[in-house]
């Protein structure tokens, strides 16, 4: 019989946030991870990518591929979760979304996430890397969230 523990505290307000999620994670280890992946996103960090998320949180660096590709929750269950918080936030007031699909051209394979990809704004498959960006304007109030990078042959 494996005893129950209660999650490892980060940041009180990120532990607030992430709280409502705790019953979407079968595993305990598993709602550290997302409590932690919030924790790097908002990292000051010059690339948010896995490896350097793991390391500025302290985790080991393969945990968040792990945790996003290996995981047992769904992440369905968490957008209708997220999306009905939203909902319950908004009470009905219309907002503005804007999403962003930039890509960047790079050279060699050193940066992260870096594969022959359809890059966008130079319009041809080209070695680079992508980055989702979300933006809301709710009254004159201005929210972004990186959605973070794309590899497109492996998303």
């Not at 494996?2 to 532990?15: C, G, I, Q, Y």
């Not at 350097?52 to 929750?73: C, N, T």
Request: hydrophobic share 40%.
């Amino acid at each position: 019989m494996s005893l129950f523990r209660e999650p490892k505290a980060t940041v009180h307000f990120v532990d607030q946030y992430c709280a409502p999620s705790q019953g979407l994670f079968a595993e305990v280890r598993s709602f550290e991870q997302f409590k932690l992946l919030h924790l790097g996103l908002l990292a000051e960090l010059p690339r948010k990518t896995l490896p350097a998320i793991a390391r500025a949180v302290g985790g080991q660096e393969q945990a968040p591929h792990h945790f996003l590709s290996d995981s047992p929750w769904q992440a369905q269950a968490l957008r209708e979760q997220r999306l009905g918080l939203l909902r319950q936030a908004l009470g009905g007031r219309a907002f503005v979304l804007c999403l962003d699909e930039t890509g960047d051209r790079k050279k060699g394979k050193s940066t992260d996430y870096v594969a022959r990809q359809y890059i966008g704004n130079l319009g041809k498959v080209d070695n680079g890397r992508v980055s989702a960006n979300a933006y809301g304007v709710l009254d004159e109030t201005l929210f972004r969230s990186s959605l973070g990078f794309l590899n497109r042959k492996s998303d």
